[in-house]
């Protein structure tokens, strides 16, 4: 079956810099975009950055652009999010997903804090 895990979550202090990743099975890696997802206390999940399945088309939101940097490994199944120059507005349990053959998985998400 479909299955995503997130993994590189952590603490970091503001302007440091983690690495998300998020492996992938059960689907066609390399025939579907990736996207990434985020999740802060009381508010509603929203799209951080997506990339198409060959590495191209990358979108990011605005509050990111500049900052967070999403790749893909085709070869290994995984999926990345690399996120500099860290806030505390980026605070959230982080999600992958992907939408094969018409329906949408996500993985269990990561949690990211940005604190001094």
């Known amino acids: 079956q479909v299955q995503l895990v997130e993994s590189g979550g952590g603490l970091v202090q503001p302007g440091g810099s983690l690495r998300l990743s998020c492996a992938a099975s059960?689907?066609?890696?390399?025939?579907?975009?990736m996207s990434w997802f985020r999740q802060a206390p009381g508010k509603e999940r929203e799209l951080v950055a997506a990339?198409?399945?060959?590495?191209?088309?990358?979108i990011y939101a605005d509050s990111v652009k500049g900052r967070f940097t999403v790749s893909r490994d085709n070869a290994k199944n995984t999926a990345y999010l690399q996120m500099n120059s860290l806030k505390p507005d980026d605070t959230a349990v982080y999600y992958c997903?992907?939408?094969?053959?018409?329906?949408?998985?996500w993985g269990q998400g990561t949690q990211v804090t940005v604190s001094s």
């Open positions: 990339i198409g399945n060959t590495g191209g088309g990358t």
């Open positions: 997903t992907a939408a094969p053959r018409g329906t949408r998985y």
């Open positions: 059960g689907f066609t890696f390399s025939s579907y975009a």
